[in-house]
C-alpha cells in the first residue's frame, strides 16, 4: 500500500511519527505544531492529505472555505485480515467476492500481476461488520476473521496472522471535486474521500491538489 509513497519520497526528507494536530497562521504563512506543542515545519501553503474527519479537525480553527464539503463525507470502516492460507491451486480460486455476512472480499496477493507465488492471503470484513465490531480488541477479530476464512477456504488457518483496523476504509459518499482549495489561505486538502473509493481517485486527488 506504501510502496508508491516510498519511491515518491526518495528524494525528499520527510518526517515520519509526527502527529500534527493544529496550523497556526503566521506571518510567513503556516506552522505544523504536533501533540506536544512543537513546531515540526514552517510553509506558506500546506497540503492535507489525511481522512476526511481528520482533515476536518485540523482545517475548522482556520476558517477554510470548504468545510461544509468535508463535513457532508461519509466513510465507511473495514477490518482487514492478513493470513497465510493454502495455495491458490489447492482451493481452485483466485478471489471470492461477498461469500458470506462477515467477510466482502478474499483475495490471494499471488493472482496480482508480478507476485510471487505464495501462500499470502487478504481478507477484507464487510462493512456492516466491521462498524459493529470496530472497538473490538484485535486478538478477538483476528480469532473470528481466522475462522471465518478457513471456513471459506475449507483448509486450516492458523497464526502468524494480523487484523488492521481500518476506521476510515472506503468513501460512501465523497466530496465530489478532485480536491479542496482555498487560495486566500494557502491551504489544500486532497484524498480518495474527494472523488470515491479506489486508489485511482486518491491518485487523481493528489494530481489536482499538486497542480494548484
Known amino acids: 500500500m506504501n510502496a508508491v509513497v516510498r519511491a515518491e519520497a526518495e528524494e525528499l526528507e520527510p518526517t515520519f511519527g509526527s502527529r500534527i494536530t493544529r496550523l497556526d497562521r503566521t506571518p510567513e504563512g503556516w506552522a505544523l505544531v504536533d501533540l506536544d506543542g512543537t513546531v515540526v515545519c514552517r510553509a506558506p501553503e500546506v497540503v492535507v492529505a489525511v481522512p476526511a474527519p ?5 482545517l475548522e ?10 463535513e457532508n463525507v461519509v466513510l465507511d470502516p473495514v477490518w482487514a485480515f492478513m493470513f497465510e ?7 481452485g480460486f483466485d478471489v471470492l467476492e461477498r461469500p458470506s455476512p462477515v467477510i466482502e472480499y478474499l483475495e490471494a496477493q499471488a493472482s496480482k500481476p508480478g507476485r510471487a507465488e505464495d501462500r499470502a492471503w487478504v481478507a477484507h ?3 456492516a461488520w466491521s462498524r459493529a465490531h ?12 481466522g475462522e471465518e476464512v478457513a471456513r471459506l477456504l475449507g483448509h486450516p488457518v492458523a497464526p502468524p496472522w494480523s487484523a488492521h483496523r481500518w476506521r476510515y476504509g472506503l468513501v460512501r459518499t465523497p466530496a465530489g471535486a478532485p480536491c479542496l482549495r482555498d487560495e486566500s489561505l494557502g491551504l489544500v486538502a486532497c484524498g480518495d474521500w474527494c472523488l470515491g473509493p479506489a486508489v485511482e481517485h486518491a491518485l487523481a486527488s493528489g494530481r489536482a ?3 494548484g
Do not use: M
Open 54 to 58: 481528520q482533515a476536518q479537525v485540523l
Open 61 to 70: 480553527p482556520t476558517g477554510f472555505r470548504h468545510l461544509d464539503a468535508i
Open 85 to 91: 492460507g493454502p495455495d491458490r491451486s489447492a482451493v
Open 125 to 127: 470484513a464487510t462493512v
Open 134 to 145: 470496530l472497538e473490538d480488541e484485535r486478538a478477538s477479530v483476528e480469532r473470528v476473521l
Open 209 to 211: 491538489a499538486g497542480s
